[in-house]
């Protein structure tokens, strides 16, 4: 079945260590992203990437990083800088935008990370 | 700025009906979505809207004013799965597909 596979499912860091979480999707789509959520909040872009090799900042990509070296594969690394790591991510990906479909995002099952 | 507001909480009853209204002030539109999502799992699509009217799909509609900015979404004879939070988002303008999504509303569907 095409899909969107997040590993972990669920994380326990110690402060001060780095975490990469996994996203891969098989459904052929360019742009991939990856969301944070927070109790209370939306969800917060954090990076986003259209195309492979290209990646963008989204509204709080501080203290993360990501590559995109293939189409399929959109990893996430949650750096010692990122002040409170503690969330919810998700990862999504979406088809081009064109008549033919409205361009929705199709998430993950998301990745629960805990720093103790 | 970017602005979603949306209901924090709702509260119905089995097989009732139940509106969620959602208000944006974004600086480009270029469509809006309602996702739903159950606690600890991933937003599943359910709508959405570019121009203005409803669009029926099943038990779920959605509304569009972009004069307005706000959209609603109705549920029709609620059940008790029903229960999850609901988000809104927006697509912004331009080229690219990023959402802005809305704080999202936890609805209660109780027997």
């Known amino acids: 079945d095409g899909g969107i596979t997040q590993s972990p499912k669920y994380l326990f860091r110690k402060e001060g260590q780095n975490v990469t979480l996994s996203c891969e999707q098989n459904?052929?789509?360019?742009?991939m992203y990856w969301y944070r959520q927070d109790p209370g909040q939306g969800l917060r872009l954090i990076y986003y990437s259209q195309i492979v090799n290209d990646f963008q900042k989204g509204d709080i990509a501080e203290g993360y990083s990501v590559s995109r070296e293939k189409k399929e594969s959109f990893p996430l690394t949650v750096t010692s800088a990122q002040k409170n790591p503690t969330a919810f991510y998700l990862c999504?990906?979406?088809?081009?935008?064109?008549?033919?479909?409205?361009?929705?995002?199709?998430f993950g099952e998301g990745s629960r990370l805990t720093v103790l | 700025g970017q602005n979603i507001d949306q209901p924090t909480e709702m509260t119905a009853t089995e097989g009732a009906i139940v509106q969620i209204n959602c208000t944006y002030q974004?600086?480009?539109?270029?469509?809006l979505f309602w996702y739903q999502q159950h606690a600890g799992e991933a937003p599943t699509f359910l709508s959405y809207n570019v121009l203005d009217g409803l669009e029926e799909k099943g038990r779920f509609s959605s509304f569009l004013s972009r004069s307005k900015g706000y959209s609603y979404l109705l549920l029709k004879e609620l059940q008790m799965k029903d229960s999850a939070s609901y988000l809104c988002?927006?697509?912004?303008?331009?080229?690219?597909?990023?959402?802005?999504f809305g704080t999202g509303t936890l609805l209660a569907v109780q027997p």
């Open positions: 999504a990906s979406s088809p081009e935008l064109g008549r033919a479909n409205t361009g929705e995002l199709f």
């Open positions: 974004t600086s480009g539109f270029n469509g």
């Open positions: 459904l052929n789509h360019d742009a």
């Open positions: 988002a927006v697509r912004d303008g331009g080229a690219t597909n990023k959402l802005i």
